[in-house]
Structure formats: C-alpha cells, structure tokens
C-alpha cells in the first residue's frame, strides 16, 4: 500500500517514536532517461524524465519502526488542523 507523501504544509512523524527527521524510503520509479555515450562508451545520463514514482515503505531510523509513519502539519505549514 503506498504511503501519503509529505507536501509543502506537511511532514513526516514516527507514531512510535516522535521521529521527525530520519526515515528510509522505499520508492518505486519509472523513469525515462536521455543517455549520452561517449566515445569510449562510457554512459552519462543527461537528461532523466520521471513517468511515475510511488512511495512502497518508509521506516523510522531512530526506532526502526516499518510503516509507523503519519503526515502532520509543519510548524507555519497551510495544512488544516483536525477539528478546525
């Protein structure tokens, strides 16, 4: 089930811990990339158009909590508050 990612009035937050600031993320991605190769045929990536990307898993790396992880509003972020 993939997980809600944070938005510019939103954040992250370990419900087991209180963690706010360390996570490791599982995504999954399609991805178009423009490769350029050299002479010698060395590969460079130049250019890379992402088609789709989905966030599998997020785990805590202070609690090594899996999937514990709820979006709640950052300090002055826009998101609405429960109850309002």
Partial sequence: ???PVPDAGTRWRCTL???LTRFD????SRVVDFV?????GDPRVE???VLSETV???RCRWCNAVDQV????RPGGDAPQDGA
């Fill in 1 to 3: 089930m993939p997980v």
């Fill in 56 to 58: 599998e898993s997020v």
């Fill in 47 to 49: 250019e890379s158009e």
């Fill in 17 to 19: 811990c209180g963690n």
């Fill in 70 to 73: 709820e979006l709640v509003a």
């Fill in 25 to 28: 993320v599982t995504r999954a």
């Fill in 36 to 40: 350029h190769l050299d002479l010698a």
